[in-house]
């Protein structure tokens, strides 16, 4: 399938992080795709159902913004959707608590801010199948300069995740 | 020993248990997930579990419930798989393709099923009952408040069905409709033979799928027997389900759990669905008479569901399944049933006598304990499978 065929869903909670709706913009400028932000009030069941509906082939996620969807015993839902998942943080690991440590299926990657070490970080969460550290993409504001390069960063990731990912 | 799991994505009633004696046991192991589209073909999937099984070192890998790409990934890298399965059938289209891969070690609890795969010559598939985790569900205990909301005369957990009989059937020419609606009317009344793969003979699965491109010569769908039995067992599943639930609850209590409520129950209470884990256990507890309807395609095996009820404690009341028969004295340690009117008289008779009820239920309860804990059977799994447990 070609990358402009793909039906991408970025899940983002602006409840909890407020940079999640200009971040997303700048991400699907470069990929396309939808945004769902997890932090409105629309039931969480209606939501999951939502996403599973629009049969996505690529789930990207903020801070773990999908991760607030859970079946009956606790497990991710989104693990039964399937997927490709990419879970990007721009937090350190410890930022997430036990959330990072929920099972993640082999179809999810988990990308962390540059500055962590890569291994320790593997090894302390080995639970998680695939991390990987993220290109440096700035949080702040639109005009901020540090943003400048947000948009080559980002599509030199979505390259490589669509590599990885079989896409 | 080091282990690898692999879970189904949406999660296996037995696996908290299964990886909880494996703890006790010490042997380390990692859980991987997935979920597929394809259980047959996935090219993602193989590259990246072969890529785990390669970043270390493992001595098997395990799962509940069969896999066949993890038993491609496995037979390549010469890594024993072991699966021990709950679901019955299987799910597994063209199993065999890949069943006697060297290195699979396939435990199914059904025992004429798994007969039939060693006739079909799959010496590595064995016959396992499952088990229950008594002291964890002896551990759960109900509030006033949840015994109030549970207590009931009888209650069921399970599915009411969806079949697809009635779409197949919509698709047949008028012998094949009159031939499978004998075929079904004469299963509904046996309890513990299942002789529709039998009668699904190969000229009339051909006569059906013909018909199927004689009404859309366009077609590319060729129903498989398997589909088609199953379909069957199913439509005489949900059938004897509410039959039974109905009359029952013109006389008594009667709580269904279910994902979904059916319009044809009339007078019984739908209770919504109740977690596995949790309520399930209080459920049982809480029931004077705990049903067990077995899905009609299984054979002689005893269910999960049975044996969630025994080991909660629960009264039992069961259709009949051979197994059940083996290990458990009926009117002892359980209760089985032959007919709808035995159930019912059955149910009527236990529902009276709370004494007898309770200490069937105590029997049943210490004789599941004994002899089908995890330890045991796993015991035996990793046994047979030439490992040390």
Known sequence: MNKSELTITYLINTKEYDYHRRLAGDFVSVTGGSVIDMGDETDLGLRYHEIENVRPDVIITFDLAGHILRTGNDSLSLNNIYTKCAHILFHSPDHYGCDLRARQNLSMFTYIPGGNDIDTVRAEFSEVPNIDEFVPVSCKSAGDPECKENAINIKRWWDNFCKEAML | ?389
């Not at chain 2, 006790?24 to 259980?39: A, D, E, L």
């Not at chain 2, 996935?42 to 390669?54: A, C, G, I, S, V």
């Not at chain 2, 004077?288 to 080991?311: C, F, V």
């Open chain 2, 1 to 389: 020993m080091k282990l690898l799991i692999f879970e189904w994505a949406a999660g296996t009633f037995t696996y908290n248990d299964i990886a909880e004696s494996f703890s006790r046991h010490g042997i380390s192991y990692k859980t991987v997930s997935y979920q597929f589209n394809n259980k047959n073909e996935d090219e993602f999937f193989e590259r990246r579990f072969t890529k785990l099984l390669k970043d270390d070192s493992y001595d098997a890998v395990f799962s509940v419930n069969y896999f066949p790409l993890v038993a491609v990934c496995c037979h390549k890298n010469s890594i024993p798989y072991i699966s021990w399965s709950y679901d019955n059938p299987l799910d597994v289209p063209d199993i065999e393709k890949t069943l006697g891969l060297v290195g699979n070690h396939v435990f199914l609890f059904d025992r004429i099923q798994t007969e039939g795969y060693r006739r079909m010559g799959y010496t590595n598939v064995y016959h396992m009952p499952l088990a229950v985790n008594c002291e964890r569900l002896e551990r759960i205990k109900l509030t006033k408040q949840e015994e109030r909301l549970y207590t009931s005369d009888v209650s069921f957990v399970g599915r009411m069905y969806d079949s697809m009989f009635g779409h197949y059937r919509e698709l047949m020419d008028d012998y094949c409709k009159g031939y499978i609606d004998s075929v079904v009317e004469a299963q509904a009344k046996i309890f513990g033979y299942w002789f529709v793969n039998e009668m699904l003979t190969e000229s009339l699965m051909k006569r059906v799928n013909d018909h199927f491109r004689e009404l859309q010569p366009d077609t590319q769908f060729v129903l498989p027997k398997e589909a088609l039995a199953y379909a069957v067992a199913a439509q005489i599943t949900k059938n004897d389900r509410l039959i039974l639930l109905n009359l029952l609850a013109k006389r008594m209590k009667v709580n269904v759990y279910s994902w979904t409520n059916c319009d044809f129950l009339q007078n019984v209470n739908y209770m919504g669905s109740c977690d596995y884990y949790g309520q399930m256990t209080k459920v049982f507890k809480a029931s004077a008479i705990n049903l067990n309807i077995t899905l009609k395609i299984l054979q002689s095996g005893i269910p999960l569901r049975a044996m969630d009820i025994l080991g909660a404690g629960g009264f039992l009341l069961s259709n009949y399944q051979p197994e059940l028969a083996e290990y458990f004295v009926d009117g002892q340690d359980v209760v089985m049933y032959e007919s709808m009117e035995d159930a019912m008289e059955k149910a009527i008779f236990y529902k009276e006598h709370e004494e007898i009820r309770r200490r069937i239920a105590a029997n049943g309860h210490d004789k599941a304990a004994v002899l089908f804990s995890y330890d045991t059977q796993l015991c035996k799994i990793f046994e047979t499978s030439g490992l040390a447990f």
